[in-house]
């Protein structure tokens, strides 16, 4: 029988652990299928988070560095610099890069690191159970906000694309989703995209990822993608901040 499909080279063998319905599956394989269409696998070096994707040195088929929570763009600024013919990348949630490693991506991107982040919102902490992340949402459950994030106190969920596109060494933003068929393919041509900026030497690239976190936001894998539609993306418009043509 013919093959009509099969698992990108850019991946592994080894079998995700991620929950049901996560999109953090999506997300990597994208990865990989870009790495291995731009050629690029065999001299890329990506810098796994911590937190549900900490485990992704283990997932993509290149070389690997894990990083404490929140410092993956520091790493990579010191992989990158050393090795600067390599492609490098961060792949990192939103309390690591919008939380605890919110100096560490605004000062990389000021400085204008020419490697690309990866940048995995799914607007709470997946793998510590659920607190409240900077990204969660007005009147979204979070184990630390049980009644519901309030501004009074939380203030208002942080937009970090629209941020990190103020800052000229950021020479491509672009926030995807991956809730459905056209949002994935959009987002592949985003995170295509964003690794020839760096190819071409241009700067700091970031792709902002909507992403599902069934387990914690207490929906089923279905409901979620619904979720991440109807409320996440009014919040967090699509498109894209900052391309290069633009950027200087
Ligand atoms: C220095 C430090 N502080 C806190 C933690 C605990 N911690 C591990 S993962 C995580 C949050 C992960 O959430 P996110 O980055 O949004 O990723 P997700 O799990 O949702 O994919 C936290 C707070 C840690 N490991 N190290
Ligand atoms: S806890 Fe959430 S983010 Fe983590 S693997 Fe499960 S669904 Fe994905």
Redesign the pocket.
């Given at each position: 029988m013919a093959i009509v499909y099969s698992k990108t080279e850019g991946l592994t063998d080894k079998q995700f652990h991620y929950c049901p319905g996560c999109t953090?599956g999506i997300i990597h394989k994208l990865v990989g299928e870009v790495l291995v269409e731009l050629g690029v696998l065999g001299k890329t070096v990506g810098v796994a988070?911590?937190?549900?994707?900490?485990l992704a040195y283990d997932y993509f088929n290149c070389d690997m560095h894990e990083a404490?929570?929140?410092r993956a763009p520091a790493v990579a600024t010191g992989i990158k610099r050393v090795l600067p013919d390599n492609v490098v990348f961060t792949y990192?949630?939103?309390?690591?890069?919008a939380?605890?490693g919110t100096a560490e991506i605004i000062h990389a991107a000021h400085r204008g690191e020419k490697f690309t982040t990866i940048f995995?919102n799914?607007a709470?902490?997946?793998?510590?159970g659920g607190?409240m992340?900077p990204t969660t949402l007005i009147g979204q459950k979070a184990t630390t906000a049980p009644l519901g994030r309030e501004v009074a106190t939380a203030g208002m969920p942080l937009r970090m694309s629209e941020m990190l596109a103020t800052i000229d060494g950021a020479v491509f933003v672009e926030r995807c989703t991956v809730h459905n068929v056209a949002g994935i393919r959009k987002t592949k041509k985003a995170i295509k995209k964003a690794f020839e900026v760096q190819l071409e030497g241009k700067g700091f690239g970031i792709v902002e990822v909507l992403s599902t976190?069934p387990t914690n936001w207490g929906l089923t894998p279905v409901e979620s993608l619904k979720w991440l539609e109807e409320n996440m993306i009014p919040y967090y418009p699509l498109g894209n901040f900052r391309t290069p043509e633009e950027g200087k």
């Amino acid at each position: 029988m013919a093959i009509v499909y099969s698992k990108t080279e850019g991946l592994t063998d080894k079998q995700f652990h991620y929950c049901p319905g996560c999109t953090h599956g999506i997300i990597h394989k994208l990865v990989g299928e870009v790495l291995v269409e731009l050629g690029v696998l065999g001299k890329t070096v990506g810098v796994a988070p911590v937190g549900c994707s900490v485990l992704a040195y283990d997932y993509f088929n290149c070389d690997m560095h894990e990083a404490a929570h929140g410092r993956a763009p520091a790493v990579a600024t010191g992989i990158k610099r050393v090795l600067p013919d390599n492609v490098v990348f961060t792949y990192q949630g939103d309390g690591d890069l919008a939380s605890i490693g919110t100096a560490e991506i605004i000062h990389a991107a000021h400085r204008g690191e020419k490697f690309t982040t990866i940048f995995v919102n799914n607007a709470i902490y997946g793998m510590t159970g659920g607190q409240m992340a900077p990204t969660t949402l007005i009147g979204q459950k979070a184990t630390t906000a049980p009644l519901g994030r309030e501004v009074a106190t939380a203030g208002m969920p942080l937009r970090m694309s629209e941020m990190l596109a103020t800052i000229d060494g950021a020479v491509f933003v672009e926030r995807c989703t991956v809730h459905n068929v056209a949002g994935i393919r959009k987002t592949k041509k985003a995170i295509k995209k964003a690794f020839e900026v760096q190819l071409e030497g241009k700067g700091f690239g970031i792709v902002e990822v909507l992403s599902t976190c069934p387990t914690n936001w207490g929906l089923t894998p279905v409901e979620s993608l619904k979720w991440l539609e109807e409320n996440m993306i009014p919040y967090y418009p699509l498109g894209n901040f900052r391309t290069p043509e633009e950027g200087k």
